[in-house]
């Protein structure tokens, strides 16, 4: 059961279902992107329905946009939020101070008022850019390469079968 839950957190095992997702590459790609951008929002607790309905309407992979708002999970959801508002505050040219807010859920969080949840929703945004452009060029770079993989394998049998026939044409 461990071993179960800990490969449910690991990157391998999300790449691997990226990667065996039916969807053309590019939906793919852009709802990973999509499932990015919306992981780094403080939204907890709705960012896969936020990121499934988006998707949705977008026509984009929905299963890659649940998918990336894994980038929020029990182990990085604290750090991402609190990077979220010290990001904020310096593009909003505030001081970050911190006063004692429980970062657990989205409730809390709107608790404690506009002066957290503005920075972080700021940074949340400019941190969820700039990751959902590196995952989205990364997936889409590694769901290319599977293409080009397997139509080079399809080619080859192709060519293979012409041979044992003897015809030496691909049919």
Known sequence: MGKKIKELFSFRFYIKKLLELRDKPEETAR???????IGFLPINGFQVLVAVSIAALTRVSKVAAAIGTHVTNPWTTIPILILDYYVGCLLLGRKA???????????????????????????????????????????????????????????????????????????
């Open 31 to 37: 709802g990973l992107a999509l499932g990015v951008f």
């Open 97 to 171: 101070c911190i006063p004692h807010v429980d970062f657990s859920s989205f409730s809390s969080i709107l608790n404690s008022g506009k002066e957290i949840i503005v920075p972080m929703f700021v940074g949340g945004v400019f941190l969820g850019s700039i990751f959902s452009l590196i995952s989205y060029f990364g997936l889409k770079k590694l769901l290319s390469k599977k293409v080009e993989n397997l139509k080079r394998y399809v080619g080859k049998t192709k060519k293979e079968g012409a041979l044992y026939r003897g015809d030496g044409e691909i049919s």
